[in-house]
């Protein structure tokens, strides 16, 4: 399995991004994903995940409630994570990653997944 993540960039403050994830495989629908950010000097943390098959159930950090949005579109073997009113506190490295067993619910332990991207860089200037 690889995750290939794209769509971080540099952007002012208040500004929207939106990043994608592309899997490989064939059975990516039968996962939960996930996003995370680390940002310099800091230890990874959770930014959302969202439940394999339909997508229905998806959970936010606190810090980004009502500002991002995970999505997933499993014809395309893809998820995304729509960002709006970036901060400055937002700029860090965001990775994509596959959730450990098929069929369940998304996590906020960086532990329970078994595939990451390579991740992708984003920085909010003020």
């Known amino acids: 399995v690889q995750l290939v993540e794209s769509g971080g960039g540099l952007v002012q403050a208040g500004g929207s991004l939106r990043l994608s994830c592309a899997a490989s495989?064939?059975?990516?629908?039968?996962?939960?994903m996930g996003w995370f950010r680390q940002a310099p000097g800091k230890e990874r943390e959770f930014v959302a995940t969202?439940?394999?098959?339909?997508?229905?159930?998806?959970n936010y950090a606190d810090s980004v409630k009502g500002r991002f949005t995970i999505s997933r579109d499993n014809a395309k073997n893809t998820v995304y994570l729509q960002m709006n009113s970036l901060k400055p506190g937002d700029t860090a490295v965001y990775y994509c990653?596959?959730?450990?067993?098929?069929?369940?619910?998304?996590?906020?332990?960086?532990?329970?997944?078994?595939?990451w991207g390579q991740g992708t860089q984003v920085t909010v200037s003020s």
């Open positions: 990653a596959r959730k450990q067993g098929s069929l369940g619910l998304g996590s906020a332990l960086p532990s329970e997944y078994d595939y």
């Open positions: 495989g064939r059975t990516f629908s039968n996962y939960a």
């Open positions: 969202i439940s394999a098959w339909t997508g229905g159930i998806k």
